[in-house]
Structures are given as structure tokens and as C-alpha cells.
């Protein structure tokens, strides 16, 4: 549990680093990522077909934003991008 804890705060911390915009930063939500084999790819574009800019382990904790009906952009590792809002859990382990 104090692992998942510091994972949130460094994720947070991270997204307000990488120079997220205050209004922009109050809209994201801590989500685990659930719901898959392995891992999902960080993409650059919400799309699926889109370069992959890194791979999120199962469980590992990202910070969201809703962005359309399919994608949610995401930060995690002070990177950026794009994944599939049906990985994404609320429900933080």
C-alpha cells in the first residue's frame, strides 16, 4: 500500500514537472492499469495504430484525463500520451 502511495505522489509530481498547466493538471485522476494481459502502450496519438512511446505494466499507476470516448491522456514516467480508457482503472489497489 506505501508502494502504490509514492507511486501516486511521484506520478503527480511528474505530470506538474513535465509542465502540465494548473487547470489542465486539476482534471487528471490517478488510474491503475487493469484489464489486460500485461502491459498497454503509452501511444503519442490517440489512435492504435500510433508509435508507442512506452510500455505501463499491469497495476503500475498512471495519471488520466478523459480525452474522447475511446482514449484517455495519460501521464506516466514524466512522458505523455495516449491509452485506451477501458485499461484504466478507478479502483486503485
Not at 509530481?13 to 487528471?28: H, I, K, P, S, Y
Amino acid at each position: 500500500m506505501k508502494t502504490i502511495k509514492r507511486a501516486i505522489a511521484l506520478a503527480m509530481c511528474l505530470c506538474l514537472l513535465a509542465g502540465a498547466c494548473g487547470a489542465l493538471a486539476e482534471t487528471f485522476y490517478a488510474r491503475q492499469i487493469d484489464w489486460c494481459n500485461e502491459y498497454v502502450n503509452l501511444r503519442e496519438k490517440p489512435d492504435s495504430k500510433s508509435r508507442s512511446l512506452e510500455q505501463v505494466w499491469i497495476g503500475e499507476v498512471v495519471m488520466a484525463a478523459p480525452y474522447n470516448d475511446t482514449f484517455s491522456y495519460c501521464c506516466y514516467n514524466g512522458k505523455f500520451g495516449y491509452i485506451r480508457s477501458e485499461y484504466l482503472n478507478s479502483n486503485i489497489q
